[in-house]
């Protein structure tokens, strides 16, 4: 099946101008788990400071799916490491801060997609090679990755980090002692021959290292602030305690001043000021002292004040117990807070059935419950895989499965990039999509998807870069048919071969087609229709690989590109497309065994740019474009003997521009 685009002018929206080479992944906000923003050493404090991440303008085609409450990450390029926990506060937006990053203002930044963010966990930054297995899909060179996160993605980041959360502490001083003390005056000996000089005396809190620098200013208890910011203050009752504390401290650091006192350690030091007649000539009395041997009782008060500082040493180890079971309880109620949130996205999705009555509220419950039990078991071979397309609001890089006689859809991992106008085919039990594009930008890129991994493979690229062509395999080769770049059609057909591991030149078609569509039917490929480079064509051709050559069939009735090609009941039926001035909803089949077309019941709509897949005998057409570039969600579904039925679907959104195929034997 093919899709392509000439004639019809379609206009894609502003998120569809992605350079193939870019590191963008353009998730669907459905899809978008999480995003990493970057930084350097020189912009991380103000990214942190002012609660504001940012990012090129070209990066806002998925920043502006950001909503509150999804989870972010910051990644240090200059260290290698990725920060977080963080989240957004603010929808992704172009230029909250236009001056941001900037050295004075003077200039605009030059990160305009911009989101606020607020803490949701303060943790220790994880190193490139703890968090690169994670996001190994997301490598698209040895040292760039792509930012957009899946939710599988996110949910194993933050548990990664979570298992590293920083426990809020009490602020240590880099030194264990600091000068505490008054100027002893000169005191005489009992026999007055001689005097005590001046002292300063300091006190070493090695005894209590938690008191350590309280004493000082009451700024030190909050110098322990980390590279976040402060987000894991103590709660208000913590407040308090250092508080009380606090005044102790700074009472007893006046009492010393006010009254001398003796040494508390070994390590007191005596410091010898000017002479003694200094300190008489200023007036200051001078008073008898008694070594410390014999005069131990007038010093009760030493002995006072270490009593007190054990009272205060035991009263602040019971606080850092206190925090320290407050930090687990914390820790605890994020992993609670972070397992709900999957269970409120589910609750959202429900707050739509409070608008319907009762009944029908109960019913709708009821079919969710059982589509949410019964998508997890969808059946790929009873399935039609949908690929990327367009929404009419941005390009997707989707996969799905659909399964279109229960009307349920499971999404799979999507592809490494967006892609419309793009070829699907399977081959060796993967399905390779190839080239395609988004509307601005054509790619030679191919990737294959494996359904037992759920993995995306990047595969050998195409020779041209090339959007609406015909994909088709036989045996064990690839074909890529025709096509286009906007500017020419191409007759050139390529072949991948897995043995050589490279695309080849095959044998071109007789005639140039873009906007082809293409089927293989017993071993033989079939192309028809396309736009030539000057107009829509009626035309078709065969290739036989045991003749190695294209040989012209019988043409169609009607001209059709943008048209889709299936086959049922060993005939090829060609379905809607465009024929160079509106769309089709004719149908025609062709026999080969009669080598002629015959026209048949048309469809229930126009439609072109569709997805087309034969499930159970029944040919099943999804979206496309109708008129006027009005999008479909519908599905026209035909099985012989009962012609077309026009089905609305629950779970199709509109879309066109999208590829399908289901699983070959």
Not at 14 to 30: G, I, T
Not at 60 to 87: A, T, W
Not at 355 to 369: F, I, Q, T
Request: proline share 4%; hydrophobic share 35%.
């Amino acid at each position: 099946m093919n899709t392509g685009k000439k004639a019809l002018k379609f206009k894609p929206g502003p998120s569809s101008r992605f350079n193939a080479d870019a590191s963008f992944r353009n998730l669907s906000k459905y899809h978008l788990g999480g995003v990493i923003f970057g930084c350097t050493n020189s912009t991380i404090n103000e990214c942190l400071s002012n609660q504001l991440f940012g990012l090129p303008s070209q990066h806002f085609s998925y920043v502006k799916n950001i909503d509150p409450g999804l989870p972010l990450f910051l990644f240090n390029s200059s260290g290698r490491k990725l920060h977080g926990i963080f989240e957004a506060a603010s929808s992704g937006q172009m230029n909250i801060n236009p001056y941001g990053w900037t050295t004075d203002g003077s200039e605009r930044t030059l990160y305009p997609a911009q989101v606020q963010i607020l803490v949701r966990k303060q943790c220790q930054p994880l190193l490139e090679n703890q968090f690169k297995p994670i996001i190994t899909d997301n490598y698209y060179g040895p040292n760039h990755f792509w930012f957009e996160l899946d939710h599988s993605q996110t949910k194993k980041l933050i548990s990664l980090l979570a298992s590293q959360a920083m426990t809020p502490n009490v602020p240590q001083s880099s030194t264990n002692c600091r000068p505490f003390c008054t100027v002893l005056p000169s005191l005489e000996t009992t026999e007055g021959s001689e005097k005590i000089k001046p002292q300063i005396m300091e006190v070493d809190f090695d005894l209590a290292s938690q008191v350590a620098d309280t004493v000082d200013v009451a700024s030190s208890l909050d110098a322990g602030n980390s590279e976040f910011g402060a987000h894991c203050d103590a709660n208000e009752a913590n407040e308090e305690e250092k508080n009380r504390l606090l005044h102790k401290l700074q009472q007893l650091a006046r009492n010393h001043h006010e009254s001398p006192m003796l040494p508390l350690t070994s390590d007191t030091y005596h410091t010898t000021f000017s002479k003694d007649k200094n300190l008489e000539s200023n007036g200051c009395s001078v008073e008898p002292i008694k070594s410390k041997e014999s005069n131990e009782e007038d010093f009760g008060s030493s002995t006072e004040f270490q009593s007190l500082i054990a009272q205060l040493v035991q009263e602040i180890q019971k606080l850092k117990d206190s925090k320290a079971e407050q930090a687990k309880k914390i820790v605890f109620l994020e992993e609670k807070l972070l397992g709900a949130e999957g269970e409120i996205q589910e609750l959202k999705s429900l707050l739509t059935l409070n608008y319907l009555p009762k009944s029908d509220a109960l019913e709708a419950k009821r079919v969710m419950v059982e589509e949410q039990i019964e998508d997890s078991c969808l059946d790929p071979c009873e399935s039609i895989f949908l690929i990327g397309g367009y929404d009419g609001a941005s390009h997707l890089s989707t996969l799905e499965l659909y399964d279109a006689s229960r009307d349920m859809i499971k999404s799979l991992r999507p592809m490494r990039s967006v892609r419309a106008y793009a070829s699907v085919a399977w081959l060796n039990s993967q399905l390779y999509v190839f080239g395609g594009g988004n509307g601005c930008v054509w790619y030679n890129t191919v990737e294959s998807y494996n359904l037992e991994t759920d993995q995306w493979t990047l595969c050998p690229s195409l020779n041209l870069a090339k959007g609406s062509l015909g994909g088709v395999s036989i045996g064990n080769k690839l074909f890529a048919i025709g096509g286009g770049n906007g500017i020419e059609s191409f007759s050139d057909v390529e072949m991948l071969d897995l043995d050589l591991g490279r695309w080849i030149c095959a044998r071109s078609m007789l005639k140039r087609r873009f906007a082809v569509a293409a089927v293989e039917l017993n071993g033989v490929l079939y192309a028809t229709g396309g736009f030539d480079g000057s107009d829509y064509m009626k035309s078709a051709e065969r290739f036989d690989i045991r003749e190695h050559s294209w040989t012209e069939i019988a043409s169609m009735n009607e001209k059709r590109g943008c048209h889709s090609l299936v086959t049922l009941n060993e005939k090829l039926y060609a379905l809607g497309g465009f024929d160079g001035c509106s769309m089709a909803s004719s149908v025609e089949v062709y026999d080969p065994r009669m080598e002629s077309w015959i026209i048949e019941e048309p469809m229930k709509r126009t439609r072109g740019y569709a997805a087309a897949g034969v499930i159970n005998e029944s040919i099943y057409v999804i979206g496309g474009v109708l008129v006027d570039d009005k999008i479909l969600d519908t599905v026209d579904i035909y099985k012989e003997g009962y012609g077309w039925q026009e089905k609305t679907s629950r779970v199709l959104k509109k879309r066109c521009f999208q590829s399908a195929t289901v699983l070959s034997a």
